[in-house]
């Protein structure tokens, strides 16, 4: 059983250098965790570097590694060497999607196999390394989307390619709890954030807004909480999407 804080435990946040991972990180040093914080491209170093001296602030300790996690020999590189910077991780938390709003009869071959390498792929081998390298009673968490329980246009790709990552959180709840090990997903509403605002107009942002509590988007500040209550005392709980979205939508 965990307690309410990450005292003493090693936290990999793939997607940890900004937005709902890098406030991830900053939360999991704020109670007590070492951070392994991973990023993808070169542009994201410097919101990375921050994240880390945040971390390090906090009195903590925290690596910054990067790859392209659709590569599944990078995942197996970003376990070592967060286990070789920290010791043996405790949990592990994937924020790493890919936004696509298109009509089908205009996606290409290209963006359909990017969106489900990044969404879908580099899932599975997330919760492939994870299962095989982390501490017995560790956490997997796994961030999806709402789209999964909506009846909407334009998202294909997106919600298509999020979508199997919910059985693999079935499936690895049930390979992975003879180990004490917990593995789910949170799937947020729209979240006022650059990766949503890049694919919607005005008009759509605003209906958005309208449909959740307070005619407002999902904040990052709603779901990092979430993240921190599966990692600690909520780890009864595994198997499970968990729709956090302010009402926007359910099944």
């Known amino acids: 059983m965990a307690d309410h804080t990450l005292s003493g435990k090693?936290?990999?946040?793939?997607?940890?250098?900004?937005?709902?991972?890098?406030?991830?990180?900053?939360?999991?040093?704020?109670?007590?965790?070492?951070?392994?914080?991973?990023y993808n491209s070169e542009s994201t170093r410097a919101d990375a570097e921050q994240t880390l001296a945040t971390v390090e602030a906090a009195g903590?300790?925290?690596?910054?590694?990067?790859?392209?996690l659709t590569v599944p020999?990078?995942?197996?590189?970003?376990?070592?060497d967060a286990a070789a910077a920290l010791g043996t991780i405790?949990?592990?938390?994937?924020?790493?999607?890919?936004?696509?709003?298109?009509?089908?009869?205009?996606?290409?071959?290209?963006?359909?196999?990017?969106?489900?390498?990044?969404?879908a792929k580099a899932a599975y081998f997330f919760l492939q390394e994870a299962g095989k390298n982390l501490a017995d009673g560790g956490k997997i968490i796994t961030i999806v989307?709402?789209?999964?329980?909506?009846?909407?246009?334009?998202?294909?790709?997106y919600a298509g390619g999020k979508s199997p990552v919910e059985h693999f959180t079935r499936a690895a709840a049930k390979e992975f709890a003879p180990r004490g090990i917990s593995v789910t997903a949170i799937a947020p509403g729209p979240m006022d954030t650059p990766f949503f605002y890049?694919?919607?107009?005005?008009e759509r942002v605003a209906f958005h807004k309208s449909q959740a509590m307070g005619g407002e988007l999902t904040k990052i500040e709603d779901i990092a909480p979430i993240v921190r209550f599966l990692a600690t005392e909520g780890w009864w709980i595994t198997g499970q999407t968990i729709f956090a979205n302010g009402g926007y939508t359910t099944r």
């Open 90 to 119: 405790d949990v592990a938390v994937n924020t790493v999607g890919k936004v696509l709003r298109k009509p089908i009869v205009e996606t290409t071959e290209d963006e359909y196999d990017s969106m489900f390498d990044i969404n």
């Open 60 to 68: 903590r300790t925290g690596v910054i590694l990067q790859g392209d």
């Open 198 to 202: 890049g694919q919607e107009t005005p």
């Open 145 to 157: 989307t709402s789209l999964l329980a909506a009846f909407t246009d334009g998202y294909s790709t």
């Open 10 to 38: 090693n936290v990999l946040i793939a997607g940890g250098a900004k937005n709902l991972g890098g406030l991830i990180a900053r939360q999991a040093a704020d109670v007590g965790a070492d951070v392994a914080i991973h």
């Open 73 to 80: 020999a990078n995942v197996t590189r970003l376990f070592a």
